[in-house]
């Protein structure tokens, strides 16, 4: 792929993020493959996030606002919003993301995404097991 | 804090200054790092007090450097937004910026150095397009250096700091020997690292400057280069792992092997191979001396009079006593300036005998002098982790101080 196609590629993700207003979320997860059991524990751990922390808004706190964004049909949940995605759009928003950190809402289901994410290493070493990573660096 | 990021804050503190931005309002820092010791320092050069330093950090909350007391960032709310301005010299920028807001903070904000040019929370056009530039500029450098090394694996250590650099290297050999890697090119930002480098004995370096180093590391990101690893420990902005230490312990040290380079525990880090000898310009006695070394670009500082203390104590005895400095820094009061290559220290440090610094990187490279060492750590808490600096940054080996 050429640098051209990538740059049309990070368009494409900002105008699919402009679009679908994911700017008013508090905190996206955005799950980029099929990987149904990662998923499903990424998920429970993103409820988990979601269910307790609240927004502060002014003088009162509010529900924070989530959703997640998956190629996966997998889980959907009372407390956040479920959104299926295609591989095509998934790969985008990590152009995107590779372009510049354009939100700090956006947690990307994965060890090794986006590039120079190194919690993988943590694991592959074998000093610490999935659970708490994604306790400790993803949520 | 290093001499350009230093002048560029003092430049946006001048024109503050200049526009009256400053005048008559409640001064607030965001985030207590040794950037904004040094912003609350100009300030109070210029005759404006600053009113609280603002931190997440509860452990910091309630403390003080010099008269200005760390609080949360809740307490803003007690004083007028339109009478206020929130300064920020932190390379978290943009969340704190986006929690002043987020708490209905009105007033102005004002990044006052760009330590970050990797964030920006907007999706504007001109944002995008800006960015779009930034990311085609490190794809020059990126194919200038690919067209000299064309097979090499690069390394890029992406922060002009020589402890990190100085891990990154050490810690290249047993990557390259797990992945098979024959050749590499060592990109590094500013001459210190590349003073490392070549204590390492680093065949290809490749030397640009931090706006450069930004620009090659988001353009390595954006097109996902496959040969290549981003030497650090938490940057880029895609390398989260730095939060694993919210919950759990890593060394420094530890943290290259398993998280950077995905070592096992039996991994080796190499020692440097071309240090040189002290050539003594200086007439210092040997075993008779002390070297100290009181700067950090960032850590927090360390007291003067904790210095003085220690000038006094050994001069007392006898001793000559030494400030490590660089071009832009001045010794201490009561000892004379000591500007070596890096490639000296070692043995400089061994002739003398005795060498106390603040925890920074010059520490890394005389891990290996064979003298009375000692660090000296504030006691506070590395980054954004819970976890205190001397134990993220221990020295085995070292006798260590933690400045209370």
Redesign the interface.
Same mark, same amino acid.
């Given at each position: 792929m050429n640098?051209h196609e990538?740059?049309n590629q990070?368009?494409q993700a900002?105008n699919y993020?402009?679009k679908n207003s994911l700017?008013q979320y508090d905190y996206i997860l955005m799950l980029p493959h099929h990987n149904t059991r990662l998923n499903y524990i990424l998920c429970e751990a993103f409820e988990r996030k979601v269910k307790t922390e609240k927004?502060?808004?002014? =003088?009162i706190c509010k529900e924070v606002r989530a959703l997640v964004l998956s190629v996966d049909n997998i889980k959907e949940s009372n407390f956040y919003t479920f959104k299926l995605i295609t591989e095509e759009v998934a790969e985008n928003i990590l152009?995107l993301?590779?372009?510049?950190?354009?939100? =700090?809402n956006l947690i990307i289901g994965d060890f090794e995404l986006?590039?120079?994410?190194?919690?993988? @290493?943590?694991l =592959?070493?074998?000093?610490?097991s999935e659970t @708490?990573?994604i306790?400790?660096?993803l949520f | 804090m290093d001499k350009i990021l230093r002048q560029e804050m003092k430049k946006s503190i001048s024109l503050l200054i200049r526009n009256g931005s400053l005048y008559k309002r409640n001064i607030f820092c965001f985030g207590h790092c040794n950037a904004t010791e040094e912003m609350i320092g100009y300030l109070d050069d210029n005759g404006f007090n600053v009113t609280a330093i603002l931190d997440n950090n509860k452990t910091k909350q309630g403390m003080y450097f010099k008269s200005v007391k760390i609080c949360d960032p809740k307490i803003i709310d007690k004083y007028d937004h339109t009478e206020s301005i929130v300064l920020i010299a932190a390379r978290a920028y943009e969340s704190m910026a986006g929690q002043l807001r987020k708490m209905g903070y009105r007033g102005d904000i004002v990044k006052v150095v760009d330590f970050n040019s990797f964030e920006e929370y907007s999706l504007s056009e001109e944002v995008f397009r800006i960015k779009k530039e930034r990311v085609k500029r490190g794809l020059i450098t990126l194919d200038a250096i690919r067209s000299r090394y064309v097979h090499e694996h690069l390394v890029i250590c992406p922060y002009n700091a020589i402890g990190d650099v100085y891990h990154a290297l050490s810690f290249l050999p047993e990557y390259c020997a797990k992945n098979y890697i024959s050749e590499t090119v060592v990109a590094v930002t500013g001459n210190a690292c590349r003073q490392v480098g070549e204590m390492f004995d680093t065949k290809n370096l490749w030397v640009i400057d931090r706006t450069q180093m930004d620009e090659l590391v988001q353009a390595v990101i954006f097109i996902r280069e496959k040969n290549c690893i981003i030497a650090h420990h938490d940057r880029p902005y895609t390398n989260d792992a730095i939060k694993y230490l919210d919950k759990n312990y890593l060394s420094f040290t530890d943290f290259y092997k398993y998280s950077v380079y995905g070592l096992g525990k039996d991994a080796v880090p190499a020692v440097p191979t071309k240090n040189r000898p002290f050539d003594n310009k200086f007439n210092m006695k040997k075993s008779k001396a002390l070297i100290l070394s009181p700067y950090a670009k960032s850590m927090v500082n360390i007291p003067e009079e904790y210095w003085s203390r220690v000038i006094k104590e050994y001069t007392k005895n006898g001793f000559q006593v030494y400030t490590n400095t660089t071009a832009d820094e001045m010794p201490l009061e009561g000892t004379e300036p000591l500007n070596i290559p890096l490639n000296q220290m070692v043995s400089a440090a061994e002739y003398a005998g005795h060498f106390i610094g603040i925890r920074s990187g010059l520490c890394d490279i005389l891990n290996t002098a064979r003298c009375r060492k000692t660090v000296v750590f504030p006691d506070c808490y590395y980054s954004t982790t819970n976890v205190k600096v001397h134990e993220f940054f221990r020295m085995p080996g070292w006798e260590q101080v933690v400045y209370r």
């Open positions: 640098y990538k740059f990070a368009e900002r993020w402009l700017y927004r502060p808004c002014q =003088d152009t993301y590779g372009m510049y950190r354009f939100t =700090d986006s590039y120079g994410r190194k919690i993988k @290493n943590l =592959d070493c074998g000093i610490t @708490n990573i306790e400790s660096v | -």
